[in-house]
């Protein structure tokens, strides 16, 4: 698992894909758990904090680009 700060170092492209990646993970593994073919149910835990990760990063990433689009006010 990436740490927090290495995501925060990729293009917005590149965390679009990792977060692609654990969302098809974590829907193959709903699948081999209804199968009984899951042996490590930690991939679910994993992928969930991935995707939160990148989420964050990304929603920071935007909310950064609509403050700097704002005119700064003057009092």
């Given at each position: 698992m990436k740490k927090f700060s290495e995501l925060a170092g990729l293009s917005n492209d590149?965390?679009?894909?990792?977060?692609?990646?654990?969302?098809?993970?974590?829907y193959e593994a709903r699948f081999k758990r209804a199968v009984h073919q899951l042996n490590d149910t930690s991939v679910f835990r994993r992928n969930k904090h991935l995707i939160a990760q990148v989420e964050t990063v990304l929603s920071r990433r935007q909310q950064e680009a609509v403050a700097a689009a704002q005119p700064q006010e003057s009092h």
């Open positions: 590149e965390l679009v894909k990792q977060r692609d990646e654990a969302y098809k993970a974590l």
